[in-house]
């Protein structure tokens, strides 16, 4: 057989070509693979740091990774250097490498989100100095020679007034009283804390649209008990523990005190992978750990989340180690994030501008928020609204735990919690746990539980000597309580 030049030419020149784009794809293999190294190196690095993923992982992702490198090695040797394989292992380096960059971006992501929220915790309480509407006092220096009324302030308060002007200080018995008094024009000056000024927002009609406030003084709150694990059997480490979820109800910063407007106690036991969510009425009438006074359980929060947490065990005879603390902000937030939640609702009610119909409800960040906080439609009252609040917090926990959901929207999660959540959870403990779920993948059982009362009027402590609306304890529902709780734990 014989070629003709032409013909011999062209196969020249068409093999040329082919070396020629094998060259090129050669060079751009090369300079991928070196690219993978690097996103390799950031992947390692990032699942080390955020030492969450068990050691069977760590060896299986190993294990993969010396293969791929071995097929990759194999792809770029002589004998095999053909086109086709060429673009194989092109189209392969570009999927790991993105498997690869988008499991960084996921770990990073929590690595910095946990690294913000176990910065020091801290809870300031503002402090109002506040006039009527009316007067002619418009700030701190106006006041100066003038009695400032308070039912409950801190020392350190006064002394920061003081600095900057000359006044006497006068305490009285009753809050409400000193809300009436400023009113009715009896007493020009009043120092409230921010919760303070919120109740009596609450208890005198047209309080806060006749007043003004004209300075505002910090008052860090000063831990009343320790919330520790030390000599502790119910610890994250150990499986079994309790962590208690406090609602505050107040937005922007989480740092700032406030009424505990949900009251919630998880009980978790990694080894039977059950849960139970045991709600508390925000209004029950309990003894404050650090006070030994009677109160509602949402004035506790005015003095902290330790004092919340210590008042709790006392009523329940039981160890919380570990606390959560969110705020309205919180809700909202996280809701909106999620692009809204199916909640599921007993009656059909109105609050705060919405309407919520019996059964499923689509609800966005501000609905959920009331939805959860309502309670007079209701004729058991606060009974009602921890089963509300149980179903806002179901409804969120589904659309979290959906995969879908997960995938995409991680990192807006993690971003919305941000600078509106607070624990005393450590990251090993974190940590620990997480790769204890990670190595079974067991399903859990979510129960429900909640604490009921009786209404009445009794004087708290927070309030004075005014009466006002609590809700007794059936000793029956906390007898109850405390012995599913301990059934959970295992005692």
Known sequence: ???????????????????????????????????????????????????????????????????????????????????????????????VSGVYMYISNYANATTEFLGNMFNEVKEVEEYYVVVRS???????????????????????????????????????????????????????????????????????????????????????????????????????????????????????????????DANIIATVNTNTHEVLLTSIPRDYYVTLHSKDSKDKLTHSGIYGVNETVTTVEDLLDIDINYYVRVNFTTVIKLVDTLGGVDVYSEYDFSAQGYHFNQGYNYLNGEQALAFSRERHSFASGDNQRVKNQQAVIEAIMKKVLNSTTLLTKYTDILKSLEGSFQTNIQQNEISNLAK???????????????????????????????????????????ANAKEKINDVLGE
């Open 1 to 95: 057989m014989s070629y003709s030049p032409r013909r011999m030419m062209n196969d020249s020149s068409s093999n040329k070509k082919r070396k020629s784009e094998l060259d090129i794809i050669n060079i751009i293999f090369k300079l991928l693979a070196l690219i993978f190294i690097v996103v390799t190196i950031i992947f390692y690095r990032s699942i080390l740091r955020l030492n969450m993923l068990p050691t069977s992982y760590l060896i299986a992702f190993t294990i993969a990774e010396i293969i791929f490198t071995l097929l990759m090695t194999i792809g770029v040797g002589k004998k095999h250097k053909t086109y086709k394989l060429n673009i194989f292992c092109l189209i392969i380096i570009l999927l």
């Open 134 to 260: 009316d007067s002619s006092y418009n700030n701190i220096e106006d006041i100066n020679g003038e009695t400032i009324y308070a039912f409950q302030t801190e020392d350190d308060v006064k002394n920061d007034i003081e600095e900057k002007v000359d006044v006497t200080f006068e305490t009285k018995n009753s809050l409400t009283d000193l809300g009436n008094n400023l009113i009715n024009e009896e007493i020009d000056v009043l120092l409230v804390s921010s919760s303070q000024y919120n109740i009596l927002s609450e208890e005198i009609k047209e309080f806060k649209n006749n007043t003004k406030i004209i300075y505002t003084a910090n008052h860090e709150i000063k831990k009343t008990a320790e919330i520790s694990t030390a000599n502790s059997k119910y610890t994250m480490n150990n499986g079994i523990f309790n962590v208690y979820i406090t609602g505050i109800d107040t937005s922007g910063s989480i740092n700032n005190v406030s009424r505990s």
């Open 436 to 478: 204890s779920q990670l190595e079974n993948m067991s399903s859990w059982t979510i129960k429900n539980n909640a604490l009921t009362g009786t209404g009445s009027y009794e004087p708290t402590y927070s309030l004075g000597s005014l009466t006002s609306y609590v809700m007794i304890p059936d000793d029956t529902s906390v």
